[in-house]
């Protein structure tokens, strides 16, 4: 646990330090969300997991901790890019990419570790992590969508075999709101529930977001934190672009898609970018094992496919299509199934 609590709780110091006093520490905040992470990627590839069969409190309380950051992080954000922070444009520039970069990969798979837990409040603070940057949505379309019909044509936030990111994003971007809201309202009618539907609890925290964030910074504030939720949300949709681009389920003769396996996945091994991430790239295990906290996620090079480079860099990647069909269409090739 040291070295994911070291992982995901620097930046925050950093970040923090940056917001209130500039200078050096919003550089090195950048920094360290950049070229060192990229630097101790390279130092060692792969950090063994913890034992599935054991329980994690530490990591319990570290995705708790980090939930309950997440929001003050915001509005030192909004604050330093577009409040009365008194920092020159490019220190309030260099925050915005290391706050959303945070966001992005940080927050991000933190809220996705906590939406899948089981105890209720621990999934209702990652739906809140979410819908503060207006992405509230994602937390049902994720488990309600994704990890039914991943790696199909009915899961909106698989891509097909030669899609482009900027394609992808477009089609996932509307195809998960609609079927994320669809899968809410079939499951509330059938368990007869009542209550605020899903949806409008996650409108209502992102209204109060960009509330806070008007109060902070006016009109200005809104757009920083419009700015950063934007930022953010492309960075979870090429996360989901590059863990799952062109690996398909095969289908029988009734069209019925196969079990998801270890094979309908992108993994990294890269030990600091996975450890920043709470483990989110190693996938697989996860779409197996959708109950098993992070620390205990495995991963096979055997039977699980591997990324050429770590998370980040795939991601950077991503955004060049011609060099990103050169560099996996040939590896997912030999992984897809008939689609």
């Known amino acids: 646990m040291i070295r994911f609590a070291a ?13 209130l006093s500039g200078g050096f520490w919003i550089w090195a905040a950048l920094g360290y969300m950049t070229l060192l992470v990229f630097g101790l990627d390279r130092l060692r590839a792969l950090a063994a997991p913890g034992d599935p069969g054991a329980e994690f409190p530490a990591g319990t309380g570290l995705s708790l901790a980090l939930g309950l950051l997440h929001f003050p992080l915001l509005a030192l954000a909004v604050w330093l890019v577009a409040g009365e ?12 990419f290391a706050f959303g970069l945070f ?6 798979s933190n809220a996705h570790e906590l939406i899948h837990r089981a105890d209720r409040n621990l999934r209702r603070l990652g739906v809140a992590v979410y819908a503060s940057v207006l992405y509230g949505h994602h937390a049902s379309a994720h488990r309600l969508v994704h990890h039914v019909h991943v790696a199909t044509r009915k899961d909106p936030n698989s891509p097909r075999p030669g899609e482009s990111y900027y394609r992808f994003a ?20 059938g368990r007869r529930r009542t209550g605020l539907h899903p949806y409008r609890v996650h409108a ?5 977001s960009l509330t806070s964030a008007a109060l902070i910074g006016g009109l200005a504030g809104v757009g920083a934190l419009v700015a950063l939720a934007v930022y953010a949300q492309a960075q979870l949709l090429v ?19 196969e079990p998801c396996g270890p094979q309908h ?25 959708p109950g098993v906290e992070y620390p205990g996620l495995k991963l096979s090079e ?16 991503a955004l060049w299509p011609r060099r990103w069909r050169a560099l996996m269409d040939p590896r997912a090739a030999r992984w897809q199934g008939p689609a």
């Open 103 to 108: 966001f992005g990969q940080v927050s991000n």
């Open 85 to 96: 922070s008194g920092a020159p444009w490019p220190a309030r520039l260099a925050g915005f």
């Open 302 to 317: 055997d039977d699980m496919p591997i990324l050429p480079h770590s998370l980040p860099v795939m991601a950077l990647i």
């Open 239 to 257: 996360s989901d672009y590059v863990q799952h681009y062109g690996l398909t389920r095969a289908l029988d003769a009734a069209g019925k898609p």
């Open 7 to 19: 992982a995901t709780l620097a930046p925050v110091v950093l970040l923090a330090l940056g917001a």
């Open 265 to 289: 996945s992108w993994n990294a091994p890269h030990w600091y970018s996975s450890a920043l991430m709470l483990n989110a790239p190693r996938h697989s295990d996860h779409h197996i094992r």
């Open 170 to 189: 477009l089609r996932a971007l509307r195809g998960e709101y609609r079927a994320g809201k669809a899968a809410e309202t079939a499951r509330r009618q």
């Open 204 to 208: 209502l925290i992102s209204l109060a």
